[in-house]
């Protein structure tokens, strides 16, 4: 099974800063990733694809990188609607699909 | 739009059965892969179960194997999630997901209904 891991656990951003969040896979998993992102009492929604394709309609303020086994999203200028925590996902080595355990992005 | 609506949750007890159903519409659901995910109260996201267009091939999370059964019916729209011998770590809300054809990327999720396995 491949273990995502990301970090920080909490991020504390002031509004109209850049947050970068970071996730691990515990071994290779190509540009097979995705981030989802998670309000309180809504189901996830999915941002990045690819590693670093924006899914339809996603603002490109949103923006991901990484390959193999790093991976960043970031989000530039933060607005009020970013606060929430943000899901990355493996989809190369499956099943098990994983998830990271996600990173909480806070108003500072 | 896609929309998937689930529902069947609610609160049962321990060793006892329960089936969830997510209605789809929107899409062509016959010719998209579905999922189950599932999220315990304030902790992160696990995959449960996946199955195929024509519904062979379903896969499911070691922690479900055995005892949860994934099927859908394509002439309803539906897709269905069996749930028995409930554990109290079963406790979720459980959201149904269409996978981006073509790809293993999950798409649309449901607004998730509650589980809460409690004696």
């Known amino acids: 099974e491949t273990v995502m891991t990301q970090s920080p656990a909490t991020l504390s951003v002031s509004p109209g800063e850049r947050a970068t969040l970071s996730c691990r896979a515990s071994?290779?998993?190509?540009?097979?990733l995705a981030w989802y992102q998670q309000k309180p009492g809504q189901a996830p929604r999915l941002l990045i694809y690819g590693a670093s394709t924006r899914a339809t309609g996603i603002s490109a303020r949103f923006s991901g990188s990484g390959s193999g086994t790093e991976f960043t999203l970031t989000i530039s200028s933060l607005q009020s609607e970013d606060f929430a925590v943000y899901y990355c996902q493996q989809y190369n080595n499956w099943p098990p699909w994983t998830f990271g355990q996600g990173t909480k992005v806070e108003i500072k | 739009q896609v929309q998937l609506a689930e529902s069947g949750g609610g609160v049962v007890q321990p060793g006892r059965s329960l089936r969830l159903s997510c209605a789809a519409s929107g899409f062509t659901f016959s010719n998209y892969v579905m999922q189950w995910v599932r999220q315990a109260p304030g902790k992160g996201l696990e995959w449960v179960a996946v199955?195929?267009?024509?519904?062979?091939?379903?896969y499911y999370a070691d922690s479900v194997k055995g005892r949860f059964t994934i099927s859908r019916d394509n002439s309803k729209n539906t897709l269905y999630l069996q749930m028995n011998r409930l554990r109290a770590e079963d406790t979720a809300v459980y959201y149904c997901?269409?996978?981006?054809?073509?790809?293993?990327?999950?798409?649309?999720w449901g607004q998730g209904t509650l589980v809460t396995v409690s004696s």
């Open positions: 071994q290779s998993v190509s540009s097979n």
């Open positions: 997901v269409n996978v981006v054809p073509g790809t293993a990327v999950f798409d649309y």
């Open positions: 199955i195929s267009y024509d519904g062979s091939n379903p």
